[in-house]
């Protein structure tokens, strides 16, 4: 009989976060437990955390805003901070900022609280010392943002479905946070779990 050295999956519950460190060479498996789930991750170098995820460079650099297995996440310097190696949903967001509070406060015209992407990032990323500005455009994983001819996007439901995952290599020393996204709409009108683990 096999016997597994993995180790069981963390769970991040509806609307949360975690912040964790992944060294280089180690992997991240991100798993959607239930269908239409969306987990927005952004990451800090731990060697200098003025080193963050690029958005821009990582278009840029991959010749495409669908990152997907076999394309590299850059950092604002141009250094490789993470390798897609495997990936079974295959669409995934690099356009949208995390949902924010303020975000929320806008949408609804009000002041009301709204748990949101953004906070519990700056909550995982806590002892770090960075101003919460520097949280930039997440890698929104399962999150399905379409792009029309004219340049229009809208976001659809995701295509994620139960036990979908996406499996990402450090190629860095990293602080990682990541969330279950607590905008309904993104997630199919009903906010999820999002199970991880480091492999
Ligand atoms: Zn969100």
Known sequence: MEVSTLSPFCCIPAQRGAGFKLRRGQKLRVVSPEDMQVADLFCYSVSDVTETLSSGRSIDYNDTIYLTQGHDLYSNRSNVMLSVLEDSCGRHDFLMTPCSLRMFQ?????ADHHPSCHENLVQAFQDLGIAEDTVG??????????????????????KVRAGDYILLQAQMDLH???TACSHPETNHFHCKPIHYRIE
């Open 106 to 110: 806008i949408g609804a015209g009000n």
């Open 137 to 158: 455009t997440t890698f929104n994983l399962f999150m399905n943002v379409e792009v029309n001819s004219q340049g229009l996007i809208s976001i659809q439901p995701p």
């Open 176 to 178: 990682v946070g990541l």
